[in-house]
């Protein structure tokens, strides 16, 4: 039989464990109350005969796997569309599926069954032939996603029902992972839905709290990035985020190359501690200085946070004490393997269909900060680190899913705490907080009315769709 399933773009952050709290509840209040009235579950179960028990009275969420499809229909039931949605200049939103999301998944999917056994990376699944039941993993279920999360996904599974499978890629961040993939936005297939879906939430999800809006924006671009073979037209600019020692948060944008030009700098708001930004796509996690405090997903312009887990990686994290969270250094996630970077050694996740993973150590030397000498590449199989002789080392997974660490042939002019790339300029952190530009082995001053007080940068960009005042 042929199935048509959701993969994720988080690929190796299925089964990380809950974090509730009050943010949780807070982001969630405007769509998904706490209980749902009795008028609503009649209603939801003359559409799901599986609810016909919970009909005659009030449902009050309570957080098990029932609740939380509960929620996602009750998120798609009030999911209004706006009749001012405007299409986009680029791919991201047509505005195709934007009218009623629940209307268009009762006329799809009338039975929604709960597997618990789903491969990794998987998040729900439909039957190519017949049938209107859908499949929902069980890791999807946990708090690890929110409501909106699993709307996108159900909208995806309905689609399906219309006669959309999925391919799978010849190159690009899914290469080769079976059924991961759509051939162009424009035919409106599944993950056509998932952009459009996450898009339409970021852009004009009003109601919506402007932090999970933020995440949806960097949701609906990493679909549209990674699951398509042919190319994706987002308009977008690359500028730097840069974190000062007091933590302030700025977007650098780096002038073209005239010398009259100048580069701006512009004020994001505030982080909410002082930290190590790793980047998983294109969100970003804030791991905190204060050891004692969690990881979490880290949004600019003040807009806090969200509670759910960023993924498996960081929620063991968040689960150790401050002695074994400071033995980590830093955390890389490509789209299909991921390191996490420990003073003396490296555990990598090599194969995507599978939770094994393997160790390399750094036998001496330790681990002082990972260098993106080529950017934050979701493709590239080759990352570096800094350690503390000064030799720069490689580490990786091959294509042939081996894992890999050694002494690099690469050099840089000095020590540097981060190194990232903007368009085609790679920029370099020094270590007195100051920013230059690197060219092979040598390096020029970059300056800023920043210089001297920067902590940390991160790549960062601006999308025409979502940044442009209308
Ligand atoms: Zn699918």
């Known amino acids: 039989m042929k199935l048509s399933a959701i993969v994720l773009g988080l690929i190796f952050s299925l089964t990380a464990t809950a974090q509730t709290g009050a943010a ?23 559409d ?32 209004q569309s706006s009749p001012d949605m405007k299409p986009s200049d680029d791919d991201l939103f047509s505005g195709k599926f934007a009218t009623s999301w629940y209307q268009y998944f009762i006329g799809r ?68 992972l079976q059924g991961a993939c759509d051939n162009r936005i424009s035919a409106g297939g599944s993950y056509a839905v998932t952009v459009e879906t996450y898009a339409q939430l970021a852009k004009f999800g009003v109601t919506l709290h402007p932090a999970l809006r933020a995440y949806a924006r960097s949701s609906a671009v990493i679909y549209a990035d990674e699951t398509f073979e042919t190319p994706t037209r987002v308009n977008r600019e690359q500028q730097l985020l840069v974190m000062t020692k007091t933590k302030d948060l700025h977007a650098l944008s780096l002038a073209a190359g005239s010398k009259t030009s100048r580069n701006k700098i512009e004020s994001l708001g505030q982080a909410p501690e002082l930290g190590r930004i790793v980047m998983r796509a294109q969100h970003m996690v804030l ?72 160790e390399l150590a750094f036998n001496g030397p330790q681990a002082v ?33 081996k894992p890999f660490l050694k002494v690099s042939t690469q050099k840089v002019d000095q020590d540097y705490t981060r190194i990232h790339k903007i368009g085609s300029t790679l920029v370099g952190l020094t270590t007195d907080g100051s920013l230059r530009k690197i060219t092979g082995s040598t390096s020029t001053t970059l300056s800023t009315a920043l210089d001297g007080q920067i902590y940390e940068i991160a790549p960062r960009e601006i999308f025409s769709f979502f940044d442009s005042a209308n």
């Open 24 to 46: 949780q509840s807070e982001v969630q209040a405007p769509v998904t109350p706490n209980c749902i009235s009795q008028a609503e579950m009649s209603e939801i179960a003359s």
């Open 48 to 79: 799901f005969s599986q609810f016909n028990h919970l009909a005659n009275k009030e449902y009050c969420h309570d957080g098990s796997e029932t609740s939380n499809l509960l929620a996602s229909l009750m998120f798609m039931r009030k999911n």
């Open 109 to 176: 999917i009338n039975e929604m069954e709960v597997d618990s056994n789903c491969p990794k990376g998987v998040a729900a699944y439909v039957y190519g032939f017949g049938g209107n039941t859908m499949y929902v993993c069980s890791a999807a279920l946990n708090d690890n996603f929110s409501a909106l999360d699993r709307a996108s996904i159900f909208m995806h599974e309905a689609r399906h029902i219309d006669g959309f499978p999925h391919m799978t890629c010849s190159k690009g961040a899914r290469k080769g």
């Open 287 to 358: 791991f905190p200085e204060d050891r004692t405090l969690p990881a979490a997903y880290m949004f600019t312009n003040n807009v806090g946070t969200i509670n759910q887990s960023p993924g498996d990686a960081f929620t063991e994290y968040n689960a150790q004490t401050p002695a074994q969270k400071s033995e980590w250094v830093d955390f890389h996630v490509a789209a299909q393997w991921n390191a996490k970077v420990y003073k003396t050694k490296i555990q990598f996740a090599c194969n995507p269909r599978s939770a094994d993973t393997s």
């Open 369 to 401: 900060t990972m260098l993106h000498l080529n950017g934050y590449d979701r493709v590239a199989r080759t990352q570096y680190v800094m350690t503390t002789t000064g030799d720069i080392y490689e580490f990786g997974c091959s294509e042939s899913l």
